[in-house]
T-cell receptor, first 118, second 115 residues
Framework: AQKITQTQPGMFVQEKEAVTLDCTYD???????LFWYKQPSSGEMIFLIY??????QNATEGRYSLNFQKARKSANLVISASQLGDSAMYFC???????????????FGQGTILTVHP | NAGVMQNPRHLVRRRGQEARLRCSPM?????VYWYRQLPEEGLKFMVY????????ESGMPKERFSAEFPKEGPSILRIQQVVRGDSAAYFC?????????????FGSGTQLSVL
């Protein structure tokens, strides 16, 4: 079984500042992937970033980076230079990548609401 | 290149009626996943389908819920005799699967409200 824990129900950040959203996970799989999704108030789920369990480098996608600490089982999302449009719910998720391919059965955390202040 | 298309966007049903939710995956994707999001919660996996096959339905409630992905046409999530507890956002996602580390592409969801 897999589990994602997001301990921050809500976070506030000033525009142009960086913010870190916490995510810890638990899994018995040796090979897995960690994902972050953004859900704005309009409701759609937007993929942000992916980290494979065997990737040695932390993933980066534009202003998003994933601080992957395997020994601590944490996969925190760092958003640099926050923008007002970053205000949304953010979900961390984990999926098995057995066999080297990504399997779309993801386990999601409860989410963190990020509010960016001007 | 159209994304994952879900319709309707909003669906209102009275208790006891049937709800049919449709999902057309992205072009070239033959794998479809359905997720349910209850208020104030994260998404929960329901079912994974390939064309004409149910691969994993471990997240589907045992009764009243069914899903299909026919050879032609969209994937359908069907809820019979809806109850108030079925009120939720239902998301469909698709992937080609055959590429490692492929992210899921989600649709905009269907918000089901049961009166």
């Amino acid at each position: 079984a897999q589990k994602i824990t997001q301990t921050q129900p809500g976070m506030f950040v000033q525009e142009k500042e960086a913010v870190t959203l916490d995510c810890t996970y638990d899994t018995s799989d040796q090979s897995y992937g960690l994902f972050w999704y953004k859900q704005p108030s309009s409701g759609e789920m937007i993929f942000l970033i992916y980290q494979g369990s065997y990737d040695e480098q932390n993933a980066t996608e534009g202003r998003y980076s994933l601080n992957f600490q395997k020994a601590r089982k944490s996969a925190n999302l760092v958003i640099s230079a926050s923008q007002l449009g970053d205000s949304a719910m953010y979900f961390c998720a984990i999926g098995s990548t057995a066999g080297g391919t990504s399997y779309g059965k993801l386990t999601f955390g409860q989410g963190t609401i990020l509010t960016v202040h001007p | 290149n159209a994304g994952v298309m879900q319709n309707p966007r909003h669906l209102v049903r009275r208790r006891g009626q049937e709800a049919r939710l449709r999902c057309s995956p992205m072009k070239g994707h033959s794998h479809v996943y359905w997720y349910r999001q209850l208020p104030e919660e994260g998404l929960k996996f329901m079912v994974y389908l390939q064309k004409e096959n149910i691969i994993d339905e471990s997240g589907m409630p045992k009764e009243r819920f069914s899903a299909e992905f026919p050879k032609e046409g969209p994937s359908i999530l069907r809820i019979q005799q809806v109850v108030r507890g079925d009120s939720a956002a239902y998301f469909c996602a698709s992937s080609p699967l055959d590429r490692p580390n492929e992210k899921l592409f989600f649709g905009s969801g269907t918000q089901l409200s049961v009166l």
